[in-house]
């Protein structure tokens, strides 16, 4: 392959995104001496919103998700791996030297581990994209402080973990599970259970009400906001356009090197859905540095060979 | 409330300003009147500026026709500005813990060393604006996606003394939410022109501060 090899890269390896999966990589391939990048981008990562981890290794207590991470951000930093913080763009995977471009530059490695987890899915209905930033919200942990008082709809495919910390807030919160939920308790006095289907999310300059039914007959609830918390999907769209196999679930395909198809690139974390765990994600990004590692290894190898 | 800085924070905070370079003064403006937090800023303050010998504070218990108030722009409390060798418009409105207590750490890092963590075509860019501008950041404490956005509005005032930087915590300031219509943080409305929603990069930032400035200059 290295025949194509044209100039030498600038970075060993390029890492894409920061959480753990990323930055474990990160921290092992700088610290096997392997000049590596690590892309930090907007998008921070869903660890930094967990409150508490209690089932990562070494911290009986439980550690919140922001002093993990930040920790781990630390190690890598102390590895030697360099940070950038900017959102990817574009990718092209497929020559031998890899090409990751940002909306200021493009950047060049040997190898590319893809780790930029999950994000989250729409309901796409009506109202959905015309309200967003006008009562609809997608984070629960930032903006429901603003709806002190109110009354909110939560629509979610789970049971979500937001409905305690939004019940604390919200004067009435409608919580329409979309799978339907056999039966809860011990919510919250404030909260109330409606199975139900949504048609739309109504309003003139901003969110009003839902559009529901129930039992067949149509129906408006007044709402002053609508917070969607739903399961979160890969964020793999500009990685699929660059031949990166992806599954039906959105998913990228790897192998238990953590290889995808395309030689020198590798995926770890959330983004292979591997187990939405942060101890996987940790231990998916240790096994793509070291088959990494050994990939750059060959690649020099071929390299000299050629120039020789 | 009682205001509490465990041990890793302060150790750390300490570990931050050991790169502070010149003297930093931080005014805290509070009021006797309606404030909501202004006792909690206060110890807040005073906690940072103990980590520190290059951190004083200046404190007016007073309201907004005060002439300390007048000549700062003080229209709400609590507030506070950050200024170094500069005096720069680097304000905070409102009670700086959760997530925004690093926003204020890292912009009295700023402002005693110039050093902003910006792009250098960025930093060119923001330095040749010569026209005021007035950026409002509205965030809550629980938002992870805010202090990207309101570091950044910070480092812009760090680098250019016509730009006034204010990140104000929403749910403190209820009319505002109502006359900006927030409904999501973070929020960013630029000199009352143009508004936009979420952490977006600093290009897209300095392209909508430059569309405020060319707006002005049609009105104008």
Redesign the interface.
């Known amino acids: 392959m290295s025949i194509f090899l044209s100039e030498k890269p600038l970075y060993d390896v390029i890492v894409i995104g920061a959480g753990p999966a990323g930055l474990t990589a990160g921290m092992y391939c700088a610290s096997m001496g392997f000049k590596t990048l690590v892309i930090e981008g ?3 990562s869903r660890l ?2 967990a409150e508490q981890i209690h089932n990562y290794p070494g911290f009986p207590d439980g550690v919140s998700g ?1 002093e993990l991470l930040n920790r781990m951000r630390i190690q890598t930093l102390k590895a030697g791996a360099e940070f950038r ?3 990817v763009v574009a990718v092209d995977l497929l020559s031998p030297v890899k090409t990751v471009i940002t ?2 530059e493009s950047i060049t490695a040997f190898t590319v581990i893809i780790a930029i987890g999950l994000g989250k899915r729409k309901l796409n209905i009506e109202g959905e994209d015309r309200f ?6 997608y ?1 629960a ?6 709806y ?1 008082d109110k009354t909110i709809a939560l629509v979610s495919d789970e049971f979500p973990g937001d409905l305690l910390s939004l019940s604390r807030l919200a004067s009435k919160i409608y919580f329409i599970p979309l799978n339907p939920l056999e039966s809860i308790s011990g919510l919250p006095g404030n909260v109330e259970v409606l199975n139900v289907k949504i048609k739309a999310i109504t309003g003139v ?3 009003e009400g839902l559009r529901i039914t129930r039992n067949g007959i149509e129906e408006t609830l007044q709402v002053d ?1 609508v917070f969607i918390s739903t399961r979160n999907i890969p964020f793999t769209s500009i990685i699929a356009k660059s031949g990166v196999e992806i599954d039906e679930r959105g998913c990228i395909k790897v192998g238990k090197d953590m290889a995808t198809n395309i030689e020198g690139v590798y995926a770890a974390g959330d983004c292979t859905c591997g187990g939405m765990q942060v101890a996987v994600a940790v231990g998916q990004g240790a096994v793509a540095a070291i088959n990494a590692m050994a990939y750059i290894h060959q690649q020099r190898k071929e390299l000299k060979s050629i120039i020789v | 409330m009682v205001i509490e800085i465990d041990e890793l924070t302060r150790r750390r905070t300490s570990e931050i300003f050991k790169t502070l370079k010149s003297p930093v003064k931080i005014y805290l403006f509070t009021t006797t009147m309606h404030c909501l937090h202004c006792n909690e800023v206060e110890e807040i303050v005073d906690i940072i500026s103990s980590l520190s010998p290059l951190i004083s504070v200046e404190k007016c218990t007073c309201n907004a026709d005060h002439p300390q108030a007048r000549k700062f722009r003080i229209d709400k409390h609590p507030a506070i500005v950050i200024h170094g060798e500069r005096e720069f418009n680097i304000r905070y409105f409102g009670l700086p813990v959760g997530y925004e207590f690093g926003v204020v750490i890292d912009s009295i890092v700023a402002a005693s060393t110039g050093i902003v963590k910006l792009p250098s075509r960025i930093i060119d860019l923001v330095k040749s604006i010569n026209t005021p501008i007035h950026i409002q950041v509205f965030v809550t404490p629980t938002c992870p996606y805010c202090p990207s956005i309101a570091k950044t509005a910070h480092s812009f005032a760090v680098l250019n003394q016509n730009i006034t930087a204010d990140v104000i915590e929403v749910t403190e300031f209820p009319e505002l939410s109502k006359r900006y219509g927030i409904y999501a943080v973070p929020k960013t409305v630029i000199n009352d022109t143009v508004e936009f929603e979420g952490a977006v990069s600093t290009d897209a930032f300095l392209r909508h501060v430059m569309r405020a400035i060319d707006l002005s200059r049609r009105v104008g």
């Open positions: 907007s998008q921070p930094q919103l922001f913080r900017e959102d909306r200021s967003l930033g006008l009562g609809i919200s984070c942990l930032c903006d429901g402080p603003l002190k300059n901003r969110v906001g």
